[in-house]
């Protein structure tokens, strides 16, 4: 399996609502990243997992909680969001956290918030 | 922090033609140079990359030059074709330290491949 997967692909929520945004990865690759991508912007970092430890939180605000419960897996917990966070969440991964390492992409979760 | 230029923002071109996209970062310290597609509605894809040791990478129609003295790089596609068009990212990052694989992106550029 040489692919980054997310579910769902699409959601919609309430400010007032909790979801979870999920990925997987069977490639062994121990680097997973999340990433914010606004229309016809560049996708920008929100967290990097390396080895199952959060090395990097880009100011990210705690309405957006991470967590990563084993090398395959990474979820994005959402609380309490604005509508300003509406856009596409990505999630990446990459053999390791050694910057040389191609980082492959999932499709995305379109997230709506009203 | 690593800021990264891309030009231009948008391009057009025939059929065949060639299309050339710039960009420039400001730390010197940055040492991998990938480049990355997205098609509307799809992931980004990674479709060349150049490591600082190096000053040009080809893969068939798509080749990638580096200029470390300017701190500049650029992403040349030749013969194009419609299937080309997309939004092209460059992308730049420090392999040392604490870097933890994190990519600084440029802005972008909407390529537009008219048969």
């Known amino acids: 399996d040489t692919e980054v997967t997310q579910t769902p692909k699409h959601l919609v929520m309430g400010m007032t609502n909790k979801k979870s945004l999920k990925c997987e990865q069977h490639m062994g690759h121990r680097a997973m990243y999340w990433y914010k991508q606004k229309a016809k912007k560049p996708p920008e970092l929100m967290f990097v997992y390396s080895y199952e430890k959060l090395s990097i939180n880009e100011s990210v605000p705690s309405r957006f909680s991470p967590e990563c419960p084993n090398s395959s897996l990474l979820n994005l917990h959402l609380h309490a969001l604005q509508p300003e966070d509406s856009a596409l969440y990505l999630c990446a991964s990459s053999q390791s956290g050694a910057s040389y390492n191609e980082q492959f992409f999932g499709p995305g979760t379109r997230l709506t918030v009203l | ?115």
């Open chain 2, 1 to 115: 922090g690593e800021n990264v230029e891309q030009h231009p923002s948008t391009l057009s071109v025939q059929e065949g033609d060639s299309a050339v996209i710039k960009c420039t970062y400001s730390d010197s310290a940055s040492n991998y140079f990938p480049w990355y597609k997205q098609e509307l509605g799809k992931r980004p894809q990674l479709i060349i990359d150049i490591r600082s040791n190096v000053g040009e990478k080809k893969d068939q129609r798509i080749a990638v030059t580096l200029n470390k003295t300017a701190k500049h790089f650029s992403l040349h596609i030749t013969e194009t074709q419609p299937e080309d068009s997309a939004v092209y990212f460059c992308a730049v990052t420090n392999a040392g330290g604490t870097s933890y694989g994190k990519l600084t992106f440029g802005q972008g550029t909407i390529l537009t491949v008219h048969p």
